[in-house]
């Protein structure tokens, strides 16, 4: 019989390989329902005997929810940065230096340059002990919590060859698909979207919660190791090597030994790289031997022995038209250039983004001004640059607005997004049909009316809101210009079927901030009725799986709003469906009456939100923290540790999911 301390470690080595075999070499020997069977019994042993905790365990991949701030620390090396180019020419000069300067054969390895954040990680005995971002290049960021949760990343080196002690450094980086998704919901959201992946890498790392970190799906480089125990004297030998230890490293780094070869691969990089799964920026080209690197030394920014070149980015240049500014249904006001029309990258593009005043006020924008436009990794056109040259003199200088548009109301600015609100929600023309626009659409209540008609029966008084729409009469309508009995008859008609929209659309369709369609969705599971969401604390709505304080912070205050409370009331004496449908209801037991759960972990069975939702189906209470009060945790895979510690402090009784689902039976 093996003792949990052996079993513990076994299964620790195993899933460790798995993982390398997964991510690293995309490769899985198992099945899905193999490996989570041992993750499974990892978690569970791990929560039995806390004693064994390690921070490398696989088990730490998921991320947990303590807060931290980054502490700053020093580099061992300090974190260079590459000597940059973007023409051809450079790259011929510096083959030539480096050959007159070492006066011999010279091997150089071309390599992608990754469009993601650099990271400096540290093993000591093999494990992964420190994870810190570029920073000023001295001093970084520690964010080992969360690069913890990047799979592709080794927790502990494999192999009896690894070197006990070493640096790598890579990229970390953010698939196109990962990207897309993430932004598209940020969009539904009203969130400002992030330029391109390497934002979205940037600002994803320097998360505090590393389980949101873990849902990102980061991937990772290596491309550089540092250290005194590397197996050759050839950067290229021993980043192959570097896999075996389980680290994920390009399989299109290429030696070279002439400028022909060099020019080729940059040749068919720069067509390819369309084709990858990830942005890459340029190549990179190093020399190969350590000795000759170190013999070529570094001036105070960067190597001597390295060079990027990077591709040029598809650009082209146009002219500024003007620049409008865009009142959104929620306030935020979006900075437009209206930009004479140009090709780029095959489409023919006339507006550009210009996200907020910070990027407006670094451009130094002036209307007439002949501008740089760029689609590169970017999914909006951007404007980069300006033709400073070509200013005429009476452009006037572009700044953004003091006060809104549409209303007058003064604007105000919202540090952390760096973004301006028209605080006018009831008043403001835009919001008050930016909602309505919202609350007809197809994924909310799906009533067939185009953003004319809202317009239209905005301007005569009709609708003042989307209330007003259940108060329309065929009389109202067929007067209209251009109206008749048809298209009367056909808008009642599309607005009675609304009626029966679910309550989880209906939520939606309101058009709280930051509830967006999956938002919506995890609130009607977690509070079953409009009466319960109003109700709801904080706290409650924290306790919700990926609903964070800025999110339940929205909904209460929409709730604060006797406006709004008052026009969801008259939606509801309408008829509008405000609690989920009879059947999910009819199960109500009141088994649970008067306990208190604090859910923590994954789970085999239900999500989170579906453990909620029996929860409180079955009477019972949920809380996001642990306290005295508790009764009982349900404890899925990976249990936050400082909930364990906690709750065996208070002795609280911790329960699996089998267990749970006994008790409601
Ligand atoms: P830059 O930020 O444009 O000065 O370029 C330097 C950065 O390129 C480094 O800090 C790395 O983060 C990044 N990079 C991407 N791929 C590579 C690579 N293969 N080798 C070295 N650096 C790379
Ligand atoms: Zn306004």
Redesign the pocket.
Known sequence: MKTPKEEIEELRRQIREHDYYYYVLAQPVISDYEYDRLMHRLMELEAQYPEYYDPNSPTVRVGSDINKNFEQVEHRYP??????TYSPGEVTDFYNRVKRLLNEEVGIVC?????????SLIYEDKQLIRAVT?GDGRRGDDVTDNVRTIRSIPLVLRGDDAPSSIEA???IIMPWKVFEELNKEREEQEEPLFANPRNATAGTIKLQDSRVVAQRKLES?I??LLGDELPTDSHFENLTSARKWGFRV?HE?KRCSTLEEIFDYIKYWDKERKNLPFA?????L?VDSLKQQERLGATSK?PRW?I?Y?FNPERALTKLLSVTFQVGRTGAVTPVANLEPVLLSGTVVKRASLYNEDMINALDLHIGDMVYVEKGGEIIPKITGVEKEARSEDGEKVQFIKFCPECGTPLVRDEDEAIYYCPNMEGCPAQIKGRIEHFVSRKAMNIDMGPETIDLLYEKGLIKDAADLYELKFEDLVNLERWGETSARNLLNSIEKSKSVPYERVLFALGIRYVGETVAQKLAQAFPSIDALEQASLEDLMAVDGIGERIAQSVKDYFANPKFRDFVQRLRSHGLQFSLNQESLTSKTDKLKDKTFVISGIFKFHSRDEYKALIAQNGGKVSSSVSKNTDYILAGENMGPAKLEKANQLGIKIITEEEFLKMIE
Do not use: H, P
Request: proline fraction near 0%.
């Open positions: 974190m260079l940065s590459l000597q940059n390599e992608l340059k990754f469009d993601g954040v650099s990271i570029r450094r890579g990229e480089f491309y550089y390009s780094m890459i920026d340029g190549v990179v190093k960067f390295a990027a990077k």
